[in-house]
């Protein structure tokens, strides 16, 4: 299995917004890879978590859904950058981009595009029990939707917390703070019904 946390700089970057290796190496740390795991990646950006993603899978599928043009080509570069032929870019908007993807054994929901409760509740279907699903927010309205709707779910396992980053950047003589966003990860399981 390959080591997680991919330095930032080594992905090809454009105007989508990627997330960083920090908080990837969590959400991947949270979502208990396993060889041959299906993966679903909504909001992939850049294809960041996605890459990381599909090296944990190693002979597993990953399905990296972005609503933008851009984001689809840089995910496409990306995987070939890092040798992962098993990202599949599917270029659409969620809950509709899921119509014919197999069960998962895990699912990142990164991005909603204002669609939380549908996304939650299609991907819900979608999960294997005993899957595992990351929600990552950054914004105070995601977080208090996604745990309302799974919370009220009677077979999903829940757990939630919130990181924020600083990264110390040599300046001169001197080293800068750098604060990234805060973030919250939200983990679900699911169980038997």
């Keep these: 299995m390959n080591p997680l946390g991919i330095q930032d700089e080594e992905f090809i970057r454009g105007n989508i917004p990627m ?20 993966i679903i990646d909504i909001g992939a950006g850049t294809g960041s978590l996605s890459i990381e993603a599909a090296r944990q899978s190693e002979t597993g599928q990953v399905y990296a859904i972005e609503r933008e043009q851009e984001g ?30 197999p069960r998962a054994d895990v699912i990142f929901v990164g991005g909603s595009g204002g669609h939380l409760p549908e996304i939650l509740q299609a991907v819900s279907a979608l999960l294997k029990i005993g899957g595992r699903m990351v929600i990552t927010a950054v914004t105070i309205e995601t977080l208090s939707t996604a745990l309302s709707i799974m919370q009220a779910k009677e077979e999903f396992q829940v757990e939630a917390f919130g990181v924020q980053v600083t990264r110390i950047r040599k300046v001169s003589a001197s080293n800068m703070l750098q604060a990234l966003n805060p973030i919250y990860i939200i983990t679900v399981t699911k169980g038997e019904m």
């Design 72 to 101: 689809i080509e840089l995910i496409v570069k990306n995987a070939a950058k890092f040798r992962t032929a098993n990202v599949n870019p599917i270029l659409g908007k969620a809950p509709q981009a899921l119509n014919g993807i």
């Design 19 to 38: 997330t960083k290796q920090e908080v990837r190496i969590l959400a991947l740390a949270k979502a208990k890879i396993r060889t041959g795991d299906v």
